[in-house]
């Protein structure tokens, strides 16, 4: 079934193959928790007992309350799946109250570590300093998710018009506006990176195949070890930061939704929360009663 389960998630819900990827995890580990802890190796005749005590096991392990709500919601989700593809008589999921999340701000990189972190000098002399470099300009540039870094192709930037086609979750389109900078690294790229194709990868390894997820986690997070002090250290800080720079310098929020692709505002609102963290700063360091 939980084959299934993945090809409703890639196909019907649409949605990336890495988060279709934590989805299956996530049920793996429920399917691992079934069979040690309680005995069951039926999926469908899980109860709500057996939900609460999973939650349980995870907190006594240390699990942070964001990674169990996730949890949470892929078994609603599988549940909902199984009653109408299996005839599942119950949902046990429902009616688990979610855990109470800790508020986090993630802090942005400042103007500064971003200097440092695309400071030229900062890459080998090769092929792949090239490269590392540019993906790094491009995720900072465009405020790119990691999958849409990767799928980016060539076919899908148009320097003559000044843009760029990002597929976003669920296949979602929006066109970009490209930065003058950019275009001119984006065609320094070209001299060592050379066109193998409209389709190809714009971002790719010396075979001409895609870049894993976990090599562009390696190459940010490294990158970031001698340039910032910024806890979180993954290719989101990028795009993190590319929202609170914008919303900084007096952007429109709707305008940061459209080039995030955020589906809602919502989503987009947490920029305002880290934005106010400096303005409180400033406040405080240039207020004459402040001082």
């Known amino acids: ?28 580990q429920w399917v691992v928790f079934l069979e040690w802890h309680v005995g069951l190796e039926d999926l469908l005749e899980a109860d709500r007992s ?21 949890k949470l919601s892929t078994l ?11 005839g599942a008589a119950r949902n046990p999921a ?14 942005a990189l400042t ?3 971003v200097e440092a972190l695309l400071d ?26 990691r999958a849409e870094l990767i799928g980016l192709k060539h076919s899908d930037v148009d320097v003559r018009e000044g843009t ?24 320094a790229y070209l001299l060592v990176w050379p066109l193998l194709g409209p389709s190809a990868p714009v971002f790719s390894s010396d075979s001409g195949k895609s870049l894993s997820p976990r090599l562009v986690y390696r190459v940010v997070h490294s990158y970031l070890q001698g340039t910032s002090t910024v806890e979180t250290k993954s290719p989101h800080i ?40 400096q303005l409180k700063r400033v406040y405080h360091q240039s207020h004459p009663k402040g001082r």
């Not at 795009?239 to 007096?250: K, Q, S, Y």
């Open 164 to 187: 760029i086609r990002v597929v976003g979750k669920r296949n979602k389109e929006r066109q970009l506006p490209v930065l003058p900078a950019w275009a001119e690294a984006y065609g």
């Open 238 to 277: 990028l795009r993190h930061t590319f929202a609170t720079h914008l919303l900084d310098m007096g952007a429109d929020l709707s305008a940061i939704r459209s080039l995030l692709g955020h589906a809602n505002l919502s989503a987009t609102q947490i920029y305002t929360h880290a934005s106010m963290e």
């Open 94 to 107: 429902l009616g688990i109250p979610a855990l109470k999340e800790k508020k986090r701000l993630v802090r």
């Open 111 to 113: 103007t500064d570590e």
């Open 1 to 28: 079934m939980l084959e299934s389960y993945a090809e409703y998630l890639a196909l019907e819900r649409r949605l990336s193959p890495a988060t279709v990827e934590a989805y299956v995890s996530d049920m793996g």
């Open 76 to 86: 609603r989700s599988f549940y909902r799946f199984a009653e109408q593809s299996a």
């Open 120 to 145: 030229p000098n900062l890459f080998p002399a090769t092929r792949e300093g090239q490269r590392d470099q540019f993906l790094l300009f491009t995720l900072y540039a465009f405020g790119l998710r």
């Open 50 to 70: 057996h939900v609460r005590a999973w939650v349980a096991n995870m907190v006594d392990r240390g699990m942070d309350a964001r990674s169990v709500n996730r």
